[in-house]
């Protein structure tokens, strides 16, 4: 009998790198897991700000982009306070956060999402 692969797949440091949530929810304590799951990624998040006027790969550099921590408690706050930031910012100064933050290689394309 094969063992179906675990759902939450982890890089060699042991963090969280996947969820597969289908595959996840069908097990009989994939619910709890993924609570879990979630609570852990959410640990690896920055406390909260009063400002975030650091782009992501700034302030939790070792998360990805598409990892599902920027959707969670701190990860979302992160985010979506860095966004409101910069667009509240005038052309000049976007431009020099830009140019003071360049986009990582993982991140490119990521400036032009918030105009």
């Not at 969820?19 to 406390?47: C, H, K, N, Q, Y």
Request: neutral net charge; aromatic residues 8%.
């Amino acid at each position: 009998m094969t063992h179906a692969p675990d759902p939450i797949r982890r890089g060699d440091d042991g963090r969280i790198r996947n969820i597969d949530v289908p595959a996840l929810v069908r097990r009989p304590d994939g619910f709890a897991r993924l609570r879990a799951a979630l609570t852990e990624l959410s640990d690896r998040m920055p406390a909260p700000r009063q400002v975030y006027d650091e782009p992501p790969w700034k302030i939790c550099p070792d998360v990805p982009r598409g990892s599902i921590a920027w959707h969670t408690s701190g990860g979302e706050t992160a985010m979506s306070g860095f966004m409101s930031w910069y667009r509240a910012q005038s052309v000049d100064h976007q431009a020099r956060v830009r140019a003071d933050h360049p986009e990582p290689p993982a991140w490119r394309g990521f400036y032009e999402t918030l105009i």
